[in-house]
């Protein structure tokens, strides 16, 4: 079992651009770690507290095969100078004997500043 991390950004909050913004990156983290639906244990997703708009666990549950995956999501404690307008995901999934450093990480938009070593 291994913990896939991602995050991105959006540029308003608006369940259009939350919505996008997590299926962009929720498909990303699927493709590069080459997952099916049966792999995904969990998803966690968590947004800045300027994120009120929508749930991201929405768009995710509507994709196909994913329905009965389970999603949480919650809210990033509020640290003074922290990256704004971000949507993050932790999503748990067997990945077989995949070692820790060849999981890929997804960062993407204004997110990669928080892991410019994993970011695409």
Sequence with gaps: M?????????????????????????QAIVKDNHLEPEAISSVMTSVTQDIDAAFPAKPIRELAGF?????????????????PMCIRL??????????????VHVYLEGAKVLRPDLAK
């Excluded at 932790?90 to 999981?103: F, I, Y």
């Design 2 to 26: 291994r913990g896939i991390r991602g995050a991105t950004t959006v540029t308003e909050n608006t369940a259009e651009a939350i919505y996008a913004a997590t299926v962009t990156l929720f």
């Design 67 to 83: 329905q009965f995956v389970p999603i949480m999501g919650v809210m990033e404690i509020p640290v003074a100078g922290a990256l």
């Design 90 to 103: 932790m999503v748990n999934a067997e990945l077989g004997e995949t070692k820790q450093q060849d999981v």
